[in-house]
């Protein structure tokens, strides 16, 4: 018997059944990516604040822990960190990504290196002495806060300006100068390129500058109650300064959180917002 006669003829019925559960099969792994994709995180932050809870509830609490870790105060905390890092990020989208776009147009490039090195100010400056300085500079200004909200939320947009403004640029510089040409051979003025073709291309790059601005602003955001913003970094140093571990790890585990959960929803808004085929 020759090798041939062992060979199944082809059967195109069973090659397209074949087909089909291959298919079904790479749908069905697919959909378990996207719920692990969307589901993951949640899932895993919830864990760690369950644990957090039974952590604390096992711990014998003294009268002073009681008082702190109500849900009241963490609740308050938490909400005053979020107010002062989505403010933050708000405000330093408003002028870093206009200025992005601004110092990339030719007759204004020459200024790039300027704007540059006052945003690589701002971040190289500790944030503590960041903050310590604009508190020192808003008390000796007539008609300034020199404590709360606002003096915090200026120094956070002078800490996270940088990255913003860097991938703005980036994005923008990025964009294949053939399309644009092939936009104004097509009568499109400068202003129309920028709005339909530059910045929807550049999207997921800003987008990936305003994830790290955010998670930086939610750092930073710990030392805010220094200057009367409040926030979860009061916990945290009660915690430490006090010398209640309970206290200390709540804290930090709550800002850990709330990065992480920032950084989740701002990856699914950046998802949404990319342009498809990008």
């Known amino acids: 018997m020759s090798i041939t006669d062992t060979l199944k003829p082809f059967d195109p019925a069973e090659a397209a059944e074949i087909a089909v559960r291959e298919d079904a099969a790479a749908d069905r792994r ?33 009268s002073i822990e009681t008082r702190r870790l109500t849900a009241e105060i963490l609740l308050e905390q938490t909400r005053q960190h979020l107010t002062l890092t989505v403010l933050s990020t708000i405000f330093v989208l408003l002028l870093a990504v206009p200025m992005g776009i601004l110092i990339t147009r030719p007759p204004t490039r020459g200024f790039a290196p300027y704007i540059i090195g006052l945003g690589n100010a701002g971040q190289a400056i500790p944030s503590l002495g960041l903050l310590a300085l604009l508190f020192y500079l808003f008390r000796v200004t007539p008609g300034l806060p020199s404590t709360g909200t606002f003096p915090v939320v200026v120094s956070l947009v002078g800490y996270s300006f940088l990255p913003i403004l860097r991938n703005t640029m980036v994005g923008l510089e990025q964009v294949d100068r053939s399309v644009l040409e092939a936009g104004a051979g097509m009568g499109m003025s400068n202003t129309r390129l920028l709005a339909r073709i530059e910045l929807p291309l550049a999207v997921p790059v800003i987008l990936a500058g305003v994830r790290t601005a955010l998670v930086l602003n939610v750092g930073t955001a710990t030392l805010a109650f220094l200057f009367g913003g409040g926030g979860l970094g009061q916990t945290i140093f009660q915690g430490f300064q006090l010398r209640r ?11 850990a959180v709330l990065a992480l959960l920032v950084d989740y929803v701002a990856g699914l808004i950046e998802e949404k917002l990319t342009p498809k085929g990008l």
């Not at 571990?245 to 800002?255: W, Y």
Request: cysteine-free; glycine content about 10%.
């Open 245 to 255: 571990t309970p206290i200390l790890i709540t804290g930090a585990v709550l800002v």
């Open 30 to 62: 697919a959909k378990r990516a996207r719920l692990v994709h969307y589901l993951g995180m949640p899932i895993f932050l919830l864990a760690v604040l369950v644990g957090l809870y039974l952590y604390v509830g096992a711990q014998e609490l003294d």
